[in-house]
């Protein structure tokens, strides 16, 4: 298996294949599963290794991370905020756990990664979603009492960043496992993994905070179903996938639709969604199909990209 880097000027109406040799290196695809890109020049692809780009993609080199090197070590998620990148790293020191997690951050323009002081946790997951200019992360925190008992979730940690670079801890969520989604500087949701009613169907109570999220309160439920595998917002519109489907809310959680299934077989998950404007989103599945929304999430559609170019 080897990695295609494709890009888009126009809104992703047309493709075209950025030609790397590193990606087409089977030792690197083993290492990657998403890509972020702050302009057209400065990208990473990361998951559980992390490498960076600075001319468009066309040569990309491994970038040193203090936290990564051990064998359960991995780049959770990155995002990009005012001018630098943040990621957090599970650093693997736990055997058991694979954590503790670690906020690192680096300018964009060099691959100078250092610690945030006192942004992280005991767990080995999180998230990081941003709009307008504010960032946020959470970080899970577990704990494992051996003897073959479970890894228990004990909690989550939210921080807030208006710079990229000096992040604020937040007061504890509602719930200990939940997904972030910034609608807008202050906006935000959080899609929680709430009771398993039964096999595969699962409570997702949904919090709203508008005071970027100093407090909280309870807006809706999403429908029953699988756990939560990703939630995206803009202003108007609230998307929650699970069970291979993407599913929206345009009034707050209030009535919920759904907006995306025909397409995913039902054993196949989404693995990555966004909104990258107020109408325009896309989301990922777990065998690599590219789905893109213009319309705040409310119709999605495959994305035809381009061909691959043929080998000599």
Known sequence: MCLQLQHTTDGGSAWTVVSSPQ?????????????RFADSQDGWVYGPGLFATHDGGRSWRAVAVPGLGRPLAQVVTLTVLDGFADALVAEGLDPNIGGPSRLYVSDITRD???????????????????ADGAGYASVTAESFAGDGAPIVVTGVDLFRSLDGRSWARLPAP????????????????????????APGVQ???VYRSDDGGDTWLPVSSA????????????P????????????ASLDNGGHWASAYTSKIQADFG???????????????????VLVMTHDAG??????????????A
């Open 23 to 35: 990606l087409a290196s089977p030792a690197v695809a083993g290492q990657v599963r998403a890509v």
């Open 112 to 130: 100078d990664w250092r610690p945030v002081a006192g942004v992280g946790g005991s767990g080995n997951w999180g998230t990081l979603t941003s």
């Open 174 to 197: 509602p719930c200990v496992t939940g997904i972030l989604a910034a609608a807008t500087s202050t906006v935000l949701y959080l899609v929680c993994s709430g009771r398993e009613l």
């Open 203 to 205: 409570e997702k109570p």
């Open 223 to 234: 429908p029953l179903g699988g756990g939560p595998d990703g939630a995206a917002a803009s």
């Open 236 to 247: 108007d519109t609230l998307l929650v996938a699970w069970d291979a489907g993407i599913y």
């Open 270 to 288: 989404i693995s990555e969604m966004a909104m990258t404007t107020a109408t325009q989103g896309y989301a990922i599945d777990s065998r690599s």
């Open 298 to 311: 409310r119709h999605w559609a495959v994305v035809r990209l381009a061909a691959a170019p043929a080998r």
